[in-house]
């Protein structure tokens, strides 16, 4: 069984930055890891993932630019830097792990707790 725990979320301004961590039970270079966020009244959508064994990533375009994703191996540990951050960021983010490709929720298998990410104007 793969736990995933994230921490790092917390309030901001508008502008400011926030590192988000999601520690892996298990070896994190066998899966493919992403970054994901809901806000209140909307379906999750998909931030940033990052393939198995290499540091291709993807981003989605509502972040190209402002967040990073990256990972520790051997922390077995997946970061997600959000820098310039907006009002419309607000959302509970959390990290998921799965077996295939793909950035997209219904791809990932195994799922943390979320944390809160507060962006206020």
């Known amino acids: 069984q793969v736990q995933l725990m994230e921490s790092g979320g917390g309030s901001v301004q508008a502008g400011g930055a926030l590192r988000l961590s999601c520690v892996v039970s298990?070896?994190?270079?066998?899966?493919?890891m992403g970054w994901f966020r809901q806000a209140p009244g909307k379906e999750r959508e998909a931030v940033a993932c990052?393939?198995?064994?290499?540091?291709?990533?993807v981003h989605m375009d509502s972040v190209k630019g402002r967040f990073t994703i990256a990972r520790d191996n051997a922390k077995d540990t997946v970061y997600l830097q959000m820098n310039s951050l907006k009002p419309e960021d607000t959302a509970m983010y959390y990290c998921?792990?799965?077996?295939?490709?793909?950035?997209?929720?219904?791809?990932?298998?195994?799922w943390g707790q979320g944390t809160q990410v507060t962006v206020s104007s």
């Open positions: 990052i393939y198995p064994g290499s540091d291709s990533t």
């Open positions: 298990g070896s994190t270079y066998r899966y493919f």
């Open positions: 998921a792990a799965g077996p295939t490709g793909g950035c997209s929720p219904e791809r990932f298998l195994y």
